[in-house]
């Protein structure tokens, strides 16, 4: 398996503001990942976060509302921008190591937008 | 697309007793097919995963899934719970097609798991 750890682990943000979430992974991956965990409810893929490349987003989900980064094979974070009482949620970073099929997840950062 | 159906919202069984946790999905090819756990206030945790061969999988925790084709169904199970099983249990699929769907997840919504002592 894969360690993963997020920071900040929780915050609650004014609305209109950013937040950035950082995502680090003990070993080098080939894929990471942004998930989305509304209260109450299961969790819905963001985006793919790409090495040195723009992260491929799925349909919902847009690079001004929420950029990410990857600089490296064992770092990313995902920004959520222009934030509104919707934005809040459990953000989850998930990782997969080469040639292996499941994916690892992160301690979730709990987001609540006032 | 793909889809998963997780039928049951919570599921209450007695400790020791045998449980199952119900798992239906829908994949255009053949499924990749995995279970997490999510207890309170932490990420998900991987339990096990199908992909080919043996229809009942063995995982973490004593727990074990049975994969039915035709029912197109992926049900959790474990033959004697206990009090700290008491958690959210998720199933997922990926469509073996990556060229169309990559490696995304689709996730089922989640059954809440309560063991009763």
């Known amino acids: 398996s894969a360690v993963i750890s997020q920071k900040p682990s929780r915050d609650i943000c004014q609305r209109g503001t950013s937040l950035t979430i950082q995502c680090q992974v003990d070993?080098?991956?080939?894929?990471m990942f942004w998930y989305r965990q509304q209260p109450g409810q299961s969790l819905t893929l963001i985006a793919t976060?790409?090495?040195?490349?723009?992260?491929?987003?799925e349909s919902g989900f847009v690079i001004d509302k929420f950029p990410i980064s990857r600089p490296n094979l064992t770092f990313s974070t995902l920004t959520v921008s222009n934030m509104s009482p919707e934005d809040s949620s459990i953000y989850l970073c998930?990782?997969?190591?080469?040639?292996?099929?499941?994916?690892?997840f992160g301690p979730g950062t709990r987001l609540t937008v006032t | 697309a793909q889809s998963v159906a997780q039928p049951e919202d919570q599921v209450n069984v007695a400790e020791g007793n045998p449980l199952t946790v119900k798992c239906t999905y829908s994949v255009s090819g053949n499924p990749y097919l995995f279970w997490y756990v999510q207890y309170p206030n932490r990420g998900l945790q991987f339990l096990l995963k199908?992909?080919?061969?043996?229809?009942l999988v063995k995982g973490s925790y004593g727990f074990e899934a049975e994969f039915n084709k035709s029912q197109t169904s992926f049900h959790l199970k474990k033959p004697s719970a206990l009090v700290s099983d008491s958690a959210l249990y998720f199933c997922a699929v990926r469509d073996i097609k990556t060229r169309e769907y990559g490696n995304k997840l689709v996730f089922g919504a989640g059954t809440i798991l309560r063991v009763k002592s």
């Open positions: 199908y992909i080919t061969g043996d229809n």
């Open positions: 998930s990782a997969k190591r080469t040639g292996g099929l499941e994916q690892y």
């Open positions: 070993s080098q991956v080939t894929m």
């Open positions: 976060a790409n090495q040195g490349s723009e992260a491929t987003y």
